[in-house]
């Protein structure tokens, strides 16, 4: 038997992968709260036209993760229910940073950076010769923060107002904290390799060109077949997507799917131990023993430290060390349309400008929500405990909200509704070495041959791309039996 902690979207993928994989594999997924889907949480308000998205609320279309997340959705017939957005839709173009006392459009076009746009004093393309003339780096670095890297190679406001912002907005992170591998794996390397960023990326692109066109000489294999679902994001220019009735549509779906396939989803219970024998892995649920052939955690690094704390301190004390932060979402519905001074897809705010608002996304103008106008605050990050201590009420956490929303989008009316959802350690915190971390781990439970895997969040990636695919690729390597 198998059995998956956690039944997020990485827990739910995973086993539909395993059964993919082996049809016939009895499979138990164990979820400790009441609910399948994790940190994907919609609530509907479909008779008034609207929905509130706790967590993530957007698919990003392009790249080979991309592409594996849209045959999942096909694979489960739900191409007639996504929700697309296009490249030129206002919400696609139209991305802001609040800084300097007000809102800033970002550059869309290569004509915004040839010219000096707020909040930034030079032309954007001055960067690119700031890489050019800054040289190599005197020693060679195995990692570094994201914020050191861009500051180093582009420059301080480039750090400040940009790429901070933009951690903010991704995983409410700290860029003087986060690993530049998180995001700029590719750039750092070329850095490194190659002295400069630009040199990099040029020297590799006249490297790459006498490649192709050496392999156009030999015979041309066949290309891998793309699902008809990401043929058509490619062919309509998709920049982001949901699912229409919000994106938890797509948890629901594959839990229902898993069921109809034999597979057991048991809510509202918690795994006590883990203890690992020989090549056997017993699991104890509510008081229970299971003996298992292998087990995938998708649950929180943090969380699968408390079980295998007392049988593996070492492997426990890695899982421990990364980190989470909370975040505070507040939904606000307005039963108005015309509030906003310019429509796009919202907000960030970069730390510099010492607010406790990370961003507002502007629901209501990524999708259709009838007559309303419904934003997202999001608050805290890494920042939660200066900003609103250990403790915080939901009315202060909504009134710090409104304060801000009033303050920079002047809009001082009361929402119609609104939710508060205070996601305690929901994002892990991608810091300086998360790659050797996570090597770590997987090096242990390979050279104790351990029978778990691990997926999610905590590993791969944070964005819901990521996860499925960390879900697929770990139950590949098993050899369930």
Same mark, same amino acid.
């Given at each position: 038997?198998?059995?998956?902690?956690?039944?997020?979207?990485?827990?739910?993928?995973?086993?539909?992968?395993?059964?993919?994989?082996?049809?016939?594999?009895?499979?138990?997924?164990?979820?400790?709260?009441?609910?399948?889907?994790?940190?994907?949480?919609?609530?509907?308000?479909?008779?008034?036209?609207?929905?509130?998205?706790?967590?993530?609320?957007?698919?990003?279309?392009?790249?080979?993760?991309?592409?594996?997340?849209?045959?999942?959705?096909?694979?489960?017939?739900?191409?007639?229910?996504?929700?697309?957005?296009?490249?030129?839709?206002? @919400?696609?173009?139209?991305?802001?940073?609040?800084?300097? $006392?007000? /809102?800033?459009? #970002? *550059?869309?076009? &290569?004509?915004?950076? =040839?010219?000096?746009?707020?909040?930034?004093?030079?032309?954007?393309?001055?960067?690119?010769?700031?890489?050019?003339?800054?040289?190599?780096?005197?020693?060679?670095?195995?990692?570094?923060?994201?914020?050191?890297?861009?500051?180093?190679?582009?420059?301080?406001?480039?750090?400040?107002?940009?790429?901070?912002?933009?951690?903010?907005?991704?995983?409410?992170?700290?860029?003087?904290?986060?690993?530049?591998?998180?995001?700029?794996?590719?750039?750092?390397?070329?850095?490194?390799?190659?002295?400069?960023?630009?040199?990099?990326?040029?020297?590799?692109?006249?490297?790459?060109?006498?490649?192709?066109?050496?392999?156009?000489?030999?015979?041309?294999?066949?290309?891998?077949?793309?699902?008809?679902?990401?043929?058509?994001?490619? @062919?309509?220019?998709?920049?982001?997507?949901?699912?229409? $009735?919000? /994106?938890?549509? #797509? *948890?629901?779906? &594959?839990?229902?799917? =898993?069921?109809?396939?034999?597979?057991?989803?048991?809510?509202?219970?918690?795994?006590?131990?883990?203890?690992?024998?020989?090549?056997?892995?017993?699991?104890?649920?509510?008081?229970?023993?299971?003996?298992?052939?292998?087990?995938?955690?998708?649950?929180?690094?943090?969380?699968?430290?408390?079980?295998?704390?007392?049988?593996?301190?070492?492997?426990?004390?890695?899982?421990?060390?990364?980190?989470?932060?909370?975040?505070?979402?507040?939904?606000?519905?307005?039963?108005?349309?015309?509030?906003?001074?310019?429509?796009?897809?919202?907000?960030?705010?970069?730390?510099?400008?010492?607010?406790?608002?990370?961003?507002?996304?502007?629901?209501?103008?990524?999708?259709?929500?009838?007559?309303?106008?419904?934003?997202?605050?999001?608050?805290?990050?890494?920042?939660?405990?200066?900003?609103? $201590?250990?403790?915080?009420?939901?009315?202060?956490? &909504?009134?710090?909200? =409104?304060?801000?929303?009033?303050?920079?989008?002047?809009?001082?009316?009361?929402?119609?509704?609104?939710?508060?959802?205070?996601?305690?350690?929901?994002?892990?915190?991608?810091?300086?070495?998360?790659?050797?971390?996570?090597?770590?781990?997987?090096?242990?439970?390979?050279?104790?041959?351990?029978?778990?895997?691990?997926?999610?969040?905590?590993?791969?990636?944070?964005?819901?791309?990521?996860?499925?695919?960390?879900?697929?690729?770990?139950?590949?390597?098993?050899?369930?039996?």
């Amino acid at each position: 038997m198998t059995a998956i902690l956690g039944a997020g979207i990485s827990g739910l993928a995973a086993g539909h992968y395993l059964l993919r994989k082996s049809p016939t594999l009895p499979l138990t997924i164990y979820e400790a709260t009441e609910r399948v889907g994790g940190w994907i949480r919609s609530d509907r308000f479909l008779d008034n036209g609207y929905v509130f998205e706790a967590g993530p609320r957007t698919i990003r279309p392009k790249g080979p993760a991309a592409n594996n997340t849209l045959e999942l959705i096909e694979h489960l017939g739900l191409a007639d229910q996504v929700y697309s957005i296009s490249s030129n839709h206002t @919400a696609a173009r139209n991305r802001m940073i609040f800084a300097k $006392g007000k /809102l800033n459009l #970002l *550059p869309s076009s &290569l004509g915004g950076i =040839l010219k000096t746009v707020p909040p930034f004093t030079k032309p954007l393309y001055f960067a690119a010769f700031r890489d050019l003339l800054a040289g190599r780096s005197k020693t060679l670095l195995q990692d570094e923060s994201m914020y050191s890297f861009v500051e180093r190679r582009f420059g301080k406001e480039i750090a400040d107002y940009a790429v901070s912002a933009m951690l903010c907005g991704i995983c409410a992170g700290n860029a003087k904290e986060i690993s530049v591998k998180f995001l700029m794996k590719d750039l750092f390397e070329r850095e490194q390799r190659h002295g400069g960023v630009i040199k990099g990326l040029l020297k590799e692109a006249l490297q790459n060109n006498r490649k192709k066109q050496s392999d156009n000489l030999k015979t041309s294999s066949q290309p891998t077949q793309m699902a008809r679902l990401a043929e058509r994001a490619k @062919a309509e220019n998709w920049s982001i997507y949901s699912i229409r $009735g919000g /994106l938890q549509t #797509l *948890p629901e779906t &594959l839990a229902t799917d =898993l069921q109809s396939k034999g597979a057991s989803i048991v809510t509202g219970i918690k795994c006590e131990e883990l203890f690992f024998e020989r090549d056997r892995v017993t699991l104890r649920i509510d008081g229970k023993d299971e003996c298992l052939n292998h087990l995938v955690s998708s649950i929180p690094s943090y969380k699968l430290a408390k079980h295998v704390q007392k049988q593996h301190p070492q492997l426990a004390t890695v899982l421990k060390s990364i980190p989470f932060v909370d975040v505070c979402v507040v939904n606000l519905q307005y039963r108005k349309t015309g509030m906003l001074k310019q429509d796009g897809f919202g907000f960030l705010v970069p730390p510099i400008e010492n607010l406790p608002i990370l961003g507002v996304i502007y629901d209501s103008c990524c999708f259709d929500m009838d007559d309303n106008t419904v934003l997202t605050v999001m608050m805290g990050g890494a920042w939660f405990e200066k900003w609103f $201590g250990k403790d915080s009420s939901e009315e202060h956490l &909504l009134s710090v909200a =409104l304060e801000n929303v009033k303050k920079i989008l002047h809009i001082d009316q009361n929402p119609d509704s609104y939710k508060v959802n205070l996601l305690r350690k929901c994002i892990p915190q991608y810091t300086v070495g998360h790659q050797d971390r996570v090597k770590a781990i997987r090096d242990y439970v390979e050279h104790h041959k351990l029978p778990i895997v691990m997926c999610g969040a905590s590993y791969d990636g944070v964005g819901v791309n990521d996860v499925i695919l960390s879900a697929r690729t770990s139950v590949e390597k098993m050899h369930p039996h």
